[in-house]
């Protein structure tokens, strides 16, 4: 994400696609009927993410520097709400997320 950030504040959008495009490979996709199930609030939360990191791809293909960016804070949210979520609630056993220790935070 901050090569991101820096390849928009910089107008580098070729850097920026990249970052974006390392974030996609990087983050799976969790859904509804994920066995283990995962909780609600967090399968919109990573459909969000994904949602708003598809739409800013796009818009760096295309030098829309404004859309990018609001893109770019749509994303940070939902990954900012869904890790909090996740310190919150267990993961689900196998999920290939480690259950948070107690007391962590996002």
């Known amino acids: 994400m901050l090569e991101t950030t820096k390849g928009l504040m910089f107008g580098d959008f070729k850097a920026a696609r990249a970052g974006l495009d390392r974030v996609e490979k990087g983050c799976r996709r969790i859904g509804y009927d994920d066995v283990p199930a995962w909780p609600s609030e967090m ?11 598809t739409r800013a791809r796009e818009f760096t293909s295309r030098e829309r520097w404004e859309d990018a960016a609001n893109s770019l804070v749509w994303i940070e949210r939902c990954c900012k709400d869904c890790h909090a979520l996740r310190v919150k609630n ?5 999920s290939g997320s480690p259950t948070p220790p107690t007391g962590s935070k996002p």
């Open 43 to 53: 399968v919109e939360q990573d459909v969000g993410m994904h949602v708003a990191l």
């Open 90 to 94: 267990a993961n689900p056993s196998g």
